[in-house]
């Protein structure tokens, strides 16, 4: 069975600085790995996804994650945030073949002035 | 572009009444989502349809059912609405890739019920 642990419910960070949002997940088989983000009032949307081949993944907005299967980590970075950054972030991973999703519990990102 | 729309962005309903939530997709997907979004729970899903008149119970169907009587409609059914079905509902649509597929989301609806 497959799950996803979002590590802090809530990130903050100032303008400029490192963003860091962190997802571990536990998979039966080798994992397909989604980050998507939710801006305020609005549906989600993909960031950015791992399926096979390189482990470093960039994504839109800036966003890059890497797979590390020895940690079974997924975590999201970004360089430099900007105000516009500000949203919900959520990690998943692929339940096997059949489309499905399994969603970790959301990580919203504070990005201060 | 992908479009995923949902019937209302905010509902309000009276315990015990009969809900109707629809969601159209215009990518001739086969795959169609239900979702409920709950503050730190994540998304979880209600239920999912592959196809035509087809569906399959998600991690918590109870207290719902659905239809999907053509494929770029999938409807969600509260039978008898209950203060606990307060929630934000998230429809979604995919094409099947073996699990690598991207799934496309709806604004959502936001639901209260009183």
């Known amino acids: 069975a497959q799950s996803v642990t979002q590590l802090g419910s809530h990130v903050s960070v100032s303008e400029g600085a490192l963003v860091l949002l962190r997802c571990n997940y536990s998979s039966s088989v080798p994992p397909y790995l989604f980050w998507y983000v939710q801006y305020p009032n609005q549906g989600l949307q993909l960031l950015l996804k791992?399926?096979?081949?390189?482990?470093l993944v960039k994504g839109i907005n800036g966003f890059e994650a890497e797979f590390k299967k020895s940690e079974t980590s997924f975590h999201l970075t970004k360089p430099s945030a900007h105000m516009s950054d500000a949203a919900e972030y959520f990690c998943?991973?692929?339940?096997?073949?059949?489309?499905?999703?399994?969603f970790g519990q959301g990580t919203t990102l504070q990005v201060k002035p | 572009d992908v479009k995923v729309t949902q019937s209302s962005r905010y509902l309000v309903k009276r315990t015990g009444e009969k809900v109707f939530l629809e969601c159209v997709q215009d990518?001739?997907?086969?795959?169609m989502f239900w979702y409920r979004q709950d503050p730190g729970l994540g998304l979880r899903l209600i239920y999912f349809s592959y196809d035509v008149k087809m569906k399959e119970k998600g991690d918590i169907p109870e207290g719902y059912s659905v239809s999907r009587e053509k494929k770029e409609r999938f409807s969600l059914i509260l039978e008898s609405a209950s203060t606990n079905q307060t929630s934000m509902y998230l429809c979604?649509?995919?094409?099947?890739?073996?699990?690598?597929?991207?799934?496309?989301f709806g604004p959502g609806t936001r639901l209260l019920v009183l």
């Open positions: 998943a991973v692929s339940a096997g073949n059949t489309g499905k999703l399994i």
């Open positions: 791992y399926t096979t081949g390189a482990t």
């Open positions: 990518m001739d997907h086969e795959n």
């Open positions: 979604a649509s995919s094409h099947p890739s073996k699990g690598q597929e991207t799934q496309y």
